[in-house]
């Protein structure tokens, strides 16, 4: 894909495999078709969120007004969220556990459309102009362009250099010298080159956690995305791992646009731009982070970050 690219594909007929790309491999690849067409319709506009920060012209990702249920519509577990993502900045996404920060991430590259009973029951998501949720837009390409980095650090059981080149050989790549290059920058952009670069066709497995999990932002990065969803990618890591990966985000963030679901606080104030601040499914402030970790305009904000509860 022309990484200059600044629509969203929308082919349908890509190569199955290629859903793997960014996917957990223990999530069912097939993504059953929208039921809902809560998209289409013109929806009303929620309560906006105002705050320093709120002011972003020409945003990566557009979230406006959205619900979502994971129980056919009964429930909402996110209500109403309107939030702008800029474009190559970190985004940080906090709140206590439960509060739907996860749920938000996986909407974002349609991951949620794995659960059969969930669906949007208002509202839409735009990344760079386009409607996530359209008819015309696959998943499977949709998800070239949003990476996923997990928790839990999650390689392939081959080679060092077959997890990096996984990706563009699903994109039918199979020219050698692109393959070197591609895995040699991406292992670079993943600040791991130098630790592997005498072992490529070792095992991933033989890696450290912290190692792993910088391959598998080499596996993301590999294929070029336009954004990279983080869920607590810091969380099975060790402090020294973690200030490695928090360095590298600080890093991709010149090249890409990130968004982080995180539970640490610290973290949240070292490497985001922004931060979200969710509670029970509703997004309470969200501000630059300078300002939601010295200023906060919400009382709840305060009290979250100040760990008075959550
Ligand atoms: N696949 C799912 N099916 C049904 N409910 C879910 C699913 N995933 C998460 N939930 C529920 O949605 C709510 C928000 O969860 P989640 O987004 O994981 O929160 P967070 O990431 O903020 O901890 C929780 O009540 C959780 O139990
Ligand atoms: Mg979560």
């Known amino acids: 894909m022309n990484p200059q690219d600044t629509t969203l594909p ?11 790309v960014g996917i957990s491999h223990d999530e069912a690849p097939d993504a059953p078709p929208r039921q809902d067409p809560a998209h289409d319709a013109p929806q009303p506009h929620g ?3 105002t705050g320093p920060g709120m002011a972003i012209e020409n945003p ?3 979230i406006n007004n959205l619900s979502f249920s994971y129980d056919n519509g009964k429930t909402n577990t996110l209500r109403n969220i ?16 439960g509060c739907g920060k996860s749920t938000l991430l996986r909407c974002l590259n349609r991951m949620n459309d794995l659960v059969e009973t969930s669906r949007i029951t208002t509202g839409t998501i ?5 409607d996530i949720n359209a008819k ?37 790549i199979k020219k050698k010298s692109v393959l070197d290059e591609a895995v040699e920058r991406s292992l670079h952009g993943a600040a791991l080159w130098d630790e592997v670069k005498d072992r490529l066709k070792d095992s991933a497995l033989g890696l450290s956690g912290g190692q792993q999990q910088r391959l598998c932002i080499a596996r993301t990065i590999a294929v070029q995305p336009k954004v990279i969803l983080m869920d607590e990618p810091c969380s099975a890591l060790d402090p020294i791992a973690t200030a490695k990966v928090e360095e590298l985000m600080l890093e991709l963030r010149k090249d890409f646009t ?16 922004r ?14 982070t300078d300002h939601i970790f010295t200023n906060p305009s919400v009382p709840q904000t305060e009290d979250y970050i100040s760990g008075r509860f959550g």
Do not use: C, W
């Open 258 to 273: 990130i968004v982080i679901v995180t539970h640490s606080m610290q973290q949240a104030s070292r490497i985001s731009d």
């Open 60 to 62: 990566m990702i557009k």
């Open 136 to 172: 015309n837009v696959s998943p499977i390409e949709l998800r070239k362009q949003v990476g996923m980095v997990f928790q839990k650090y999650n390689p392939f059981p081959k080679s060092i250099y077959d997890n990096v080149a996984y990706g563009l050989r699903i994109q039918g």
């Open 126 to 130: 735009s990344i760079m102009g386009q």
């Open 10 to 20: 929308t082919d349908p007929t890509a190569s199955q495999a290629a859903q793997a």
């Open 275 to 288: 931060t979200a601040f969710f509670y029970l499914g509703e997004l309470i402030e969200y501000a630059t």
């Open 82 to 97: 309107s939030l702008d993502i800029p474009e190559k900045q970190v985004t940080a996404f906090i709140g206590p556990s």
């Open 47 to 49: 309560d906006t969120v």
